[in-house]
T-cell receptor, first 115, second 113 residues
Framework: NAGVTQTPKFQVLKTGQSMTLQCAQD?????MSWYRQDPGMGLRLIHY???????DQGEVPNGYNVSRSTTEDFPLRLLSAAPSQTSVYFC??????????????FGPGTRLTVL | GDSVTQMEGPVTLSEEAFLTINCTYT??????LFWYVQYPGEGLQLLLK?????DKGSNKGFEATYRKETTSFHLEKGSVQVSDSAVYFC????????????FGGGTRVLVKP
């Protein structure tokens, strides 16, 4: 199993540009989520999904869109990038639904810089 | 809302020293508690967890005990190695809230030979 994969590893954008961060998992996990990691603030939840076709907002959803058309993929879209979105983005997945306490598996991260 | 507070780093130690990283939480009720570790250039990995009061989580020589009286979940290791150099995150979740993780700010640990 490849686990949770993310592409790209690094990305530089100009303010106002759009892009999609890709996330895929091959463990047939129902639950997937996106976090951003900023210095001294730990990880903060952006959006999550409990299954294909179902998404919901986390703690910091503004400026980001998600969709979940398949169990495997959970892309994160920035429609108009802003410097405040400069961060490291992590995708995670786990088995089970909303009530599951199974371990979350994290991808290696995407480092995004918005100029 | 719920929050997790952990000591700021960096924590610099010599090999074989004793490591403690403090973690306290603020929450209504009794969450599950976790320690995650992030090695350089990698994503987070679950290190250990505890789901109820007085539970002790342990893994790779690390231990943490869920103390509801002091709302704490301090991480300890008796003899650190250079390979333990990483960033450590304390986190909590509630089943009723869909088990979404709330993280502390992370503590960077550097172990020198």
């Amino acid at each position: 199993n490849a686990g949770v994969t993310q592409t790209p590893k690094f990305q530089v954008l100009k303010t106002g540009q759009s892009m999609t961060l890709q996330c895929a998992q091959d463990m047939n996990h129902e639950y997937m989520s996106w976090y951003r990691q900023d210095p001294g603030m730990g990880l903060r939840l952006i959006h999550y999904s409990v299954g294909a076709g179902i998404t919901d907002q986390g703690e910091v959803p503004n400026g980001y869109n998600v969709s979940r058309s398949t169990t495997e993929d959970f892309p994160l879209r920035l429609l108009s990038a802003a410097p405040s979105q400069t961060s490291v983005y992590f995708c995670a997945s786990r088995n089970g639904g909303a009530g599951s306490t199974d371990t979350q598996y994290f991808g290696p991260g995407t480092r995004l810089t918005v100029l | 809302g719920d929050s997790v507070t952990q000591m700021e780093g960096p924590v610099t130690l010599s090999e074989e020293a004793f490591l403690t990283i403090n973690c306290t939480y603020t929450a209504t009720g009794y969450p599950s508690l976790f320690w995650y570790v992030q090695y350089p250039g990698e994503g987070l990995q679950l290190l250990l967890k505890a789901t109820k009061a007085d539970d002790k989580g342990s893994n790779k020589g690390f231990e943490a005990t869920y103390r509801k009286e002091t709302t704490s979940f301090h991480l300890e290791k008796g003899s650190v190695q250079v390979s333990d150099s990483a960033v450590y995150f304390c986190a909590l979740s509630f089943r009723a809230a869909g088990n979404k993780l709330t993280f502390g700010g992370g503590t960077r640990v550097l172990v020198k030979p």
